[in-house]
C-alpha cells in the first residue's frame, strides 16, 4: 500500500507517494524543472546536473539534483530562485559547449535562458548522460554497454571495445541517445559551432509562468519525463 507524504515545492503543498523523486513530482503537477539525464521508469544518476534545486532544512540551503532527491513528509523545496537558475545556465552552457552538435542540447540550453557560450566548444559526441548504459542494463537486461575508464577518459564502450554476442541489438541505446538528434540547419562543422537559439520563441509562453511546465515542445527532442 502506498504512503503519502505531503511536500512544498516553490510554496504549493503537494501530495505524493513517499519515495517519489521530487523531479517525478515536480513534472506530475506541471512544475518545470529542466533535466537531461533522466528517463521514466529507468534510475536516476544525478548526471547531467541541470535538475538542481534549492531542499531547504532547517533553514538552510542545500543545492541537490531533483532526481535523487526522494519526496519526504514536510519536505521543502525551491526550482525557481536565481541561485538555481544561474548554476543551470552555467551547466547548460557547459553541455552546449561540449556537444553543440545535438539539438536536444541545444533546446536544453534555450529552456535554460542561455544567451552566449563562454567556453570553448569541443563538439564531442558523447556527453555521459548514461541513458544508453541505463536502458541497456535497466529495460533490457543485455548489460552489453557501460561506463569505461575514469576522468578524462571515461566514455560508453561495449566490453573490450567489441560488441558482444548478447548485444540484443534493440537500438534503445540509440533511441534515447542526445546526440542523435542533430540542429535543425544540419550538423555544424568544425570551427563554425554556435548556440543555436532558433527556438528561443517557444519561451513567450511561458513569460508568466517560468516555472510551471507549458509543453513548450522543446523536451521533445529529448524524451522529457512530460512526454513520456
Not at 83 to 107: F, G, Y
Not at 109 to 135: H, S
Request: hydrophobic fraction near 35%.
Amino acid at each position: 500500500m502506498l504512503q503519502y507524504v505531503k511536500v512544498s515545492i516553490d510554496g504549493a503543498i503537494i501530495r505524493t507517494p513517499k519515495g517519489t523523486s521530487i523531479l517525478d513530482t515536480a513534472i506530475e503537477y506541471g512544475i518545470c524543472i529542466p533535466h537531461l539525464c533522466h528517463v521514466p521508469n529507468l534510475s536516476d544518476i544525478g548526471a547531467c546536473r541541470l535538475c538542481v534545486v534549492e531542499h531547504i532544512v532547517n533553514g538552510r540551503s542545500n543545492i541537490t539534483t531533483s532526481c535523487t532527491l526522494n519526496a519526504a513528509e514536510g519536505m521543502v523545496v525551491r526550482t525557481d530562485t536565481e541561485k538555481v537558475r544561474k548554476l543551470r545556465r552555467n551547466l547548460a552552457e557547459l553541455l552546449v559547449a561540449q556537444a553543440p552538435n545535438s539539438r536536444a542540447i541545444q533546446d536544453i540550453a534555450v529552456r535554460c535562458g542561455v544567451k552566449d557560450v563562454r567556453y570553448p566548444f569541443r563538439n564531442e559526441n558523447c556527453v555521459l548522460c548514461g541513458r544508453c548504459v541505463r536502458a541497456c542494463t535497466e529495460l533490457w537486461k543485455a548489460r552489453a554497454k557501460g561506463f569505461v575508464g575514469r576522468g578524462k577518459d571515461r566514455h560508453v564502450d561495449y566490453p573490450f571495445g567489441t560488441r558482444p554476442d548478447f548485444c540484443k541489438q534493440c537500438g534503445a541505446c540509440i533511441q534515447l541517445c542526445p546526440m542523435t538528434i542533430t540542429p535543425c540547419n544540419g550538423p555544424m562543422k568544425p570551427g563554425e559551432e554556435h548556440l543555436c537559439g532558433n527556438c528561443e520563441s517557444q519561451l513567450m509562453i511561458s513569460e508568466n509562468a517560468p516555472g510551471g511546465c507549458t509543453w513548450c515542445k522543446l523536451g521533445e527532442n529529448f524524451a522529457c519525463g512530460r512526454y513520456a
